[in-house]
């Protein structure tokens, strides 16, 4: 049996992937002690679909470790559709604690469960590759911030930026942008500390986009490594009400950075539709 496993994923192939940190050994192991297809191994892996894992009873131009790669790196997950629920995670937050002596830094951990943020709301989210970087600065989040208020308009409960960054880089980034700090409120989970508008969602450990099935890496590419694929979704008690992923699937060290379906006009257009 450990053979046949062999066929599939080479040791080699597995150590180099091993360094990018998303196999782990019990992965390896699960693929050896199969004596199944390449559809087996797709089906241990969670993947749903494994049309692109498969050429007949073989695999396809993708070599199976390219192939356990990009499965671990979503985290088992296939990619999120309408009608799914959202993964259940912590986010590691940071919120202002006013009885704090150290007024230089009076921020404290909070840990936020998905289900604090999302669980009976309709909320909107849209997830970008990196704070700082160029589109998600220039356009991203400054045209949900422009937008926000319409966005509510349209019976939102509120709108979150998703990045696979800690909580320091997203504050310091909404800082940079301009945003409004909430130094009051404690209305939402991410307040004190966070902002009035476009809350800013810190997915650090990158579990809510490997459970959305959206995690990807530009390594080669920007050297970003292991971050969010850009899409947008409505969140309604938990479900996919409706998403939008660019380029209409995740890709892995992609050269272009698609901007086109995500964007806060985009998402504008389909509430005020689905509000008629």
Same mark, same amino acid.
């Given at each position: %049996?450990?053979?046949?496993? !062999? !066929?599939?994923?080479? =040791?080699?192939?597995?150590? !180099?992937? =091993?360094?990018?940190? @998303? @196999?782990?050994?019990?992965?390896?192991?699960?693929?050896?002690? *199969? #004596?199944? #297809?390449?559809?087996?191994?797709?089906?241990?892996?969670?993947?749903?679909?494994?049309?692109?894992?498969? !050429?007949?009873?073989? +695999?396809?131009? =993708?070599?199976?470790?390219?192939?356990?790669?990009?499965?671990?790196?979503?985290?088992?997950?296939? =990619?999120?559709?309408?009608?799914? %629920?959202?993964? *259940?995670? +912590?986010?590691?937050?940071?919120?202002?604690?006013?009885?704090?002596?150290? &007024?230089?830094?009076?921020?404290?951990?909070?840990?936020?469960? #998905? $289900?604090? +943020?999302?669980?009976?709301?309709? @909320?909107?989210?849209?997830?970008?590759?990196?704070?700082? &970087?160029? %589109?998600?600065? *220039?356009?991203?989040?400054?045209?949900? $911030?422009?937008?926000?208020?319409? +966005?509510?308009?349209?019976?939102?409960?509120?709108?979150?930026?998703?990045?696979?960054?800690?909580?320091?880089?997203?504050?310091?980034?909404?800082?940079?942008?301009?945003? $409004?700090?909430?130094?009051?409120?404690? $209305?939402?989970?991410?307040?004190?500390?966070?902002?009035?508008?476009?809350?800013?969602l810190p997915d650090g450990a990158c579990l809510f986009t490997r459970g959305m099935g959206m995690s990807c890496v530009w390594d080669s590419e920007r050297g970003f490594g292991e971050r969010s694929w850009r899409y947008s979704v409505v969140i309604n008690d938990m479900k996919v009400e409706k998403i939008f992923v660019e380029a209409g699937q995740v890709n892995q060290n992609s050269g272009p950075d698609p901007f086109e379906v995500s964007d806060a006009g985009t998402m504008l257009k389909y509430l005020?539709?689905?509000?008629?």
């Open positions: %049996t450990q053979t046949a496993g !062999r !066929r599939l994923v080479k =040791m080699s192939s597995f150590r !180099r992937f =091993m360094k990018f940190g @998303v @196999v782990s050994a019990a992965s390896f192991s699960a693929c050896t002690a *199969s #004596t199944q #297809t390449a559809g087996s191994l797709a089906k241990l892996s969670g993947v749903a679909s494994v049309a692109h894992l498969r !050429r007949s009873n073989g +695999i396809n131009k =993708m070599s199976a470790a390219t192939g356990l790669r990009a499965m671990s790196l979503r985290g088992g997950a296939a =990619m999120a559709k309408e009608g799914d %629920t959202v993964p *259940s995670v +912590i986010f590691k937050c940071r919120v202002r604690d006013n009885s704090l002596t150290n &007024t230089a830094n009076p921020f404290t951990w909070k840990d936020v469960k #998905t $289900e604090d +943020i999302f669980k009976g709301k309709r @909320v909107v989210v849209f997830a970008l590759p990196g704070a700082f &970087t160029p %589109t998600c600065s *220039s356009t991203h989040l400054p045209g949900y $911030e422009k937008h926000y208020d319409d +966005i509510k308009k349209c019976g939102v409960d509120e709108v979150y930026c998703l990045s696979v960054n800690d909580a320091f880089v997203m504050r310091q980034w909404g800082l940079a942008q301009g945003c $409004e700090e909430e130094k009051t409120s404690t $209305e939402n989970p991410l307040n004190p500390g966070n902002f009035k508008k476009v809350k800013l005020q539709s689905a509000k008629k």
